[in-house]
């Protein structure tokens, strides 16, 4: 056994918490690095917010304050489930083809730290992408909320990360390394449109935005920071329904990562 390995064994985390921040620090550390992963999820939703809010939006907005509530509501939805759609499914689809789930059931390693490696690691991006659009929001005066307001609804984005965390986890799990971005492009895109998301819907759709995880979460922010022109849904409904989405993707990852092949 060589240096290196020794020094290796010594640096290696011993206890179990040890052991999940530092997957989850490799987790983070992959996901960071990677252009294709890095780029869309931080750049682009403060980009494209920027663009609507401040340039095509900004008169819109100057006359009707919700209108920067709407945009500013839009854009940070879309910048915490990125990460988690396309950060966390798709690495994980990777991962099975390159047979790196079976190498880590080989470790002794806690079988549930890569998971929640993959969560915190989601969850770390989702931040790291949501800020500069509140900075941006506040400091330009294009967010008419109170502070608690928006403390209020940065929760509850945040919270509803989690049923696209297991959305993005099952994709990867039933779906290729090569496959996988496109499946979850197909059903995260037609959520943030036909959801009335990026814009408000004709009344002959109102009937299947609640199909799509996107407007139960922007109900729930609508609640928690006490926007009523937004409200469309009890709270309970959207409480409800987010938490259900999260069990059935959920078991449906359990059900697909139990098998072998």
Sequence with gaps: MNAMALNSIEAAPRSGLGIYLKETQYELLRMVRNPGIAIPVLVLPLGLYALFALVIGGEWIAKDPNAGIFLFTAFSLMAVTMPAMFGIGVSLALERDMGLLRLKRAQPAPPAAWVVAKILAGLVLAVLAYAPIVVLAV????????????????????????????????????????AAPGWANVVYLPGCYLSGMFFPLPKSMYWQAPIWPQFHVNQLAMHMADISKMQFEPVTMAIGTLIGYTVLFAAVTIWRLGKKG
């Design 139 to 178: 400091s330009t005066g294009k967010l008419a909320l109170e502070m608690d307001q928006v403390i209020a609804l940065s929760a509850a984005l945040l919270l509803g990360t989690i049923p696209f965390t297991a959305l993005g986890l099952m994709i990867g799990s039933l779906a290729s390394g090569n």
